[in-house]
């Protein structure tokens, strides 16, 4: 997810929940962590991820975990190919 993708995606949080639009402008986490996930995905093989997570600020124990891939590597171009594939792919590539 590129900075644009991620305004987008602030922007129709913040139209759709007044909590979130309160929560994002008041900068209210009660912690954050990030790092660095490795998967291996059966189709596409290894992902190196950068993780971003961030706590509700109301207790409740809801987190938000976002991970992104590093423009034009190998685990963007595997993340691409995952997000094209429609239910009628996945269920050919299962039998």
């Not at 950068?50 to 109301?58: G, I, K, L």
Request: one cysteine or more; charged letters at 25%; aromatic letters at 8%.
């Amino acid at each position: 997810m590129d900075l644009l993708e991620l305004a987008r995606l602030v922007g129709e949080l913040s139209v759709q929940d007044a909590d979130f639009r309160t929560w994002w402008a008041e900068h209210r986490v009660n912690s954050a962590g990030y790092g660095t996930k490795h998967y291996r995905h059966r189709l596409v093989g290894d992902l190196t991820l950068d993780c971003d997570t961030w706590s509700s600020p109301d207790g409740s124990g809801q987190r938000l975990m976002v991970l992104t891939a590093e423009p034009g590597s190998p685990s963007d171009d595997a993340l691409r190919i995952l997000g094209a594939w429609t239910p009628e792919r996945a269920a050919e590539a299962h039998r």
